[in-house]
């Protein structure tokens, strides 16, 4: 609600409950984002005439790779003395929270090379196409930061800022500081690269054409969005205090180097033909003589 043109945001992170056991709203904006990148990559596969087991495989070992790799990069990024003397809470204490983008970027390229191992795929093919469900996906996690009242921004004065309520339980809603939703600003960032990247596999079919630019253009679009927008977050651990770039920001410059080079070597060679499904299936076509080419990587 507003108060005095500032969102008050006293939103309850809590679902429903069965028993003990409580359903999130942020458990179910990751089941969400996972469920949309199976549905996308249905997509990919009808458009690109393959078989839908491929897809099906991808979204089992992408799944397993972005949840594993999101718990464990947390846990090792953010509180590695905590869960490396109790490794067994990296499981038993998920319920408590802890998922980190980084490490789900991590488990995902290892996710997505032994599927392209398993299916016999170029490795290029699943990186390229990944970052369109992910760039959504991205916005749809944010949104359940945002009902969790976490990631949070530095205290300002803009008139869109938000009071979060729940992270001051004792003080009167007068008192509580303004502070920027870092989670807003991440999502509206990440719709944006969303658009950009599926405008471009759709409508200018740069999957197949360039191979590696849609890799790129996703890890600028995701990192550099969040090397930026954490100039303006609260330290999230107590040993960022003091530091000149925090640990979101210090693991997001490999990914956004390596997204520069994905960029220039798709667009340092020629772009390749392509020879969409309707007429590969079609004999009397002029483009019979033509191969398909697959990038390999």
């Given amino acids: 609600m507003l108060h005095n043109l500032v969102v008050v945001w006293d939103f309850d992170p809590v679902l429903f409950s069965i028993g003990s056991f409580d359903i ?8 969400i984002a996972l469920l949309l990148g199976g549905y996308m990559f249905n997509s990919f596969c009808k458009k690109e005439g393959l078989d839908q087991k ?10 397993l790779a972005t949840i594993i790799g999101a718990r464990v990069g947390h846990c090792l990024f953010y509180e590695p003395s905590y869960y490396l003397a109790k490794p067994w ?30 299916n016999k795929m170029p490795y290029i093919w699943s ?37 979060f309520v729940r992270l001051y339980p004792n003080l009167p809603i007068e008192a509580v500081p303004v502070q920027h939703p870092t989670q807003l600003y991440e999502a509206l960032c990440y719709i944006v690269t969303f658009v950009i990247l599926a405008y471009m596999y759709y409508a200018k079919d740069m999957g197949r054409r ?14 550099l969005t969040r090397f ?32 520069i080079y994905m960029i220039y070597r798709g667009f340092a060679k020629p772009a390749k033909e392509v020879v969409t499904v309707q007429a590969a299936a079609n004999p009397d076509t002029k483009h019979k003589s033509h191969k398909k080419k697959t990038a390999k990587w």
């Fill in 24 to 31: 999130r709203y942020y458990g179910l904006m990751w089941a």
């Fill in 127 to 163: 990186l390229d196409r990944i970052m369109i469900p992910v760039g959504i996906g991205g916005a749809i996690v944010r949104l359940g930061n945002l009902f969790n009242s976490e990631i949070i921004g530095n205290v300002t004065d803009v008139p869109w800022g938000f009071k």
């Fill in 89 to 118: 809470a990296i499981i038993t204490e998920i319920r408590d929270g802890g998922m980190a983008s980084h490490g789900a970027a991590i488990g995902l390229l290892i996710g997505l090379w032994l599927f392209s191992r398993k």
């Fill in 228 to 259: 930026i927008i954490e100039f303006i977050k609260i330290e999230q651990v107590d040993f960022e205090k003091g530091m000149m770039l925090d640990m979101g920001q210090i693991l997001s410059i490999p990914f956004i180097i390596l997204g």
């Fill in 210 to 223: 360039r191979p590696g630019v849609l890799f790129g253009v996703g890890l600028e679009g995701i990192f």
């Fill in 54 to 63: 491929i897809a099906d495989s991808i979204f089992i070992y992408g799944t």
